[in-house]
């Protein structure tokens, strides 16, 4: 297995200082995501944690289906790569069809697999063979050690940049359950990513749309911290009313800096 993977210059795995995958759930206009992309890489820079920068360019499994998915994959992408030269940090998005790996991987650094599409065979090899890291994120439907049959299936195209995301071990009263100990279970396989607003999700909570308890984001990023992830993902907000998708989750942008210093002293 490789124990680090690089992107674009960012190293995530053993050895290596604790890393940043942050920003809105959803891409929600060319401005916005300038400017959030822009705030987090200053807080990051004064951490000294690494940067990398995700906005959904498609939602497709939201609640409702009157809910806001994104621009798409053309407008999506055209507004990725802006981030990208303008603000010089490296791209992260979802992809949910196999046809979206290649246009996807001419501007991504990085191909991100959603929790419930983690089995799907034809979209794992899709985005195994563009070459790019690629980030899975465990189905919660999923044991840690149960994640070896998806690591394989990407590196059988001869991608071994493999990532994994904990983001909760299953459903329970409506909400998501927690296991610390997938951590070091699934390190086994590759470098682990911890999701510590999603980790919050009230999937339907609200009806239409998901609730959650942001309360508790800070817990769960500093306990999966100390049990040894490589890398954090956060949906991080400069106004979490008024994000449009995953407000009840997201974690306000004011509240980043004094999150990921803690975070740091406790990674050592």
Sequence with gaps: MSKVV???GIKIGEGQ?????????VIESRDHSLALADAIRCVCGHAGVGFIFKASFDKANRSSVDSYRGPGLSDGLAILEDVKNSVRVPILSDIHEPSQAEPAAKVLDCLQL???LCRQTDLLLAAGRTGLPVNVKKGQFMSPEEMGNVVDKIRSTGNDRVLLTERGTFFGYNRLVNDMTSIPRMGKLAPVVFDATHSCQQPGGEGPRSGGTPEFIPTLAFSAVAAGCAALFLEVHDAPPNAKSDAATVLPLERLAGLLDRCVRIAG
């Design 114 to 116: 959603p929790a419930f």
């Design 17 to 25: 200082p604790l890393a940043l995958i942050a920003g809105p759930c």
């Design 6 to 8: 690089d992107i674009a």
